[in-house]
């Protein structure tokens, strides 16, 4: 068992880039913001305390806002490390520098429970529209399922996987 | 496996609430619903926390640090240079998954070339070199074959390409015994003359 806070200091770029888009969503949404702490060595790691809103589409955004940008930043960073670490065996220090900042941006990707229960608050709350449940029902089950999930690595799972799956189907694709 | 983590959270008041709840969480929270909770004017309508315009604007642009700014700086330094280096990535692996497929077919020239063209942006990749090695043995470039498998000697390497590798090279040294034999009978025949 490695507690969280280890694997939180050593991949603490993504913890930072999480809290980030948190409040970057705030600001795009007009949704105040009280503190931010983008990280510390205390439970919880990091936090953006903001006002609650009656609005579900914000809230979903602020939610699900570090999936996207970690998830975007993670993997592009990540992506051509990827190929000379893993698949040519043949990687610098820089790109092996550049795999561990990709993947640990990724895998704060998920978010944490707490944020999980808020976003599934969002989503299924009566006044959300029918139209955004439906398309979002099936994404936020997702995420709250990786953010269970991480007990079983699976945000170390997700963000090598998506790291690697663009570069490799990409591969694949153009021999 | 490790334990949950705690990263990433987002705190905010209890639950969703509007109208009339909105108004009993205010003042729950000894805020007064009919006041800006941060300057004291009127606060804007349909929110659960009293704020003016102004001041929503104000705090929903929380200041970002210095630091976090300049970590950010640096982070889209490193995004622009892995975007730039992704496609020099991607073409070396298209062309070695090129290589891999031309060698399965025995087309071992085709292989060669596209294994040399991996090699030229991954000139220290084990995998790379032996099957350049093999390739160019295969297609009957003794010469190319032999130079990768100097460049490789004294590596650390995975075991199954050390096969491959062994096999070219008892291929190479029965070459080389046969031109050794045949310059030898040349010559002893030269003798006789």
Known sequence: ?175 | MGEAKNEGEVQSAPENKSGDEAEEFAQQQELDPNKCAHCGTVPEKGHIVPLCTQCRDKLSRHPVPYYIKAGFVVLIIILVYAFMQFPVSLNAGAAFERGKKAEGLKDYKTAAENYSLAYKTYPKSNLIMTRLAVSTYNAGDYGASADIIDLLAGKEMDTKLVAELNIVIDGLNAIIDKIEKAENKKSAKGGVK
């Open chain 1, 1 to 175: 068992m490695i507690p969280g806070w280890i694997i939180s200091v050593l991949t603490f770029p993504g913890v930072i880039v999480h809290e980030l888009a948190h409040q970057l969503f705030c600001r795009f949404t007009r949704v105040a913001v009280f503190e931010v702490c983008y990280f510390r060595f205390a439970n919880p790691v990091g936090y953006v305390l903001h006002e609650n809103t009656n609005a579900p589409g914000k809230n979903l955004l602020i939610g699900i806002g570090p999936f996207i940008i970690n998830s975007v930043l993670g993997a592009v960073i990540a992506m051509p490390a990827m190929i000379s670490v893993i698949k040519f065996e043949a990687g610098s220090y820089f790109e092996y520098f550049l795999l561990w900042l990709g993947i640990s941006i990724a895998m704060h990707a998920f978010p944490s429970t707490g944020d999980a229960a808020n976003i599934w608050a969002a989503i299924t709350a009566k006044e959300t529209p029918l139209a955004l449940k439906f398309v979002g029902i099936p994404v936020v089950g997702l995420i709250y399922l990786g953010a269970i999930g991480s007990v079983m690595w699976l945000d170390l799972i997700y963000g090598i996987a998506i790291s690697g799956a663009v570069p490799f189907f990409l591969i694949k694709s153009m021999a």
